[in-house]
Structures are given as C-alpha cells and as structure tokens.
C-alpha cells in the first residue's frame, strides 16, 4: 500500500461555505476533509493546473476504463 504524503493545515472559511460543503459531503457519503479534496482536485483539473501524479480520481478513472466501465 503507497503512502500517501499529507500536510495539515488550518483554514478560515466562511460558515455558510462550510455547512454547504459539509451537507455536499454527507450527500456523497465523504468525509468533510475529502469533500475539500475533491473539489480542490477538480478546481484544479478545470483550471488546467497540474494534477498530482497519485490523484486518486484519475487512478479509478483509469481503472474503469481498464474495465470498460
């Protein structure tokens, strides 16, 4: 299993931002903090920034297209 290299960090956020992201969240049966993750992932693909080698979301992607999903 890979190690998955994480740095904690504190945000300020707006606390109607963050129930929003929150109920998404449960919606999606994630956790808060992978729900940023997410989103964070996918602001960063559409903006046309570089992914990270191990995005997670591009690995099952792959997978499903390996698949024929």
């Known amino acids: 299993m ?3 290299n994480r740095k904690a960090f504190l945000i300020r956020i ?3 931002v963050l129930d929003g992201v929150q ?3 449960n919606d999606d049966l994630r956790s808060l903090n992978a729900q940023i993750e997410f989103l964070l ?3 960063l693909r559409d903006s046309g920034r570089k992914r990270a080698p191990d995005d997670p ?3 099952r992607a792959a997978s499903r297209r ?3 999903d």
């Open 66 to 68: 390996r698949r024929g």
């Open 57 to 59: 979301e591009r690995r």
């Open 14 to 16: 707006d606390r109607d």
């Open 2 to 4: 890979a190690v998955v």
């Open 23 to 25: 109920r998404w969240a």
């Open 41 to 43: 992932r996918h602001a």
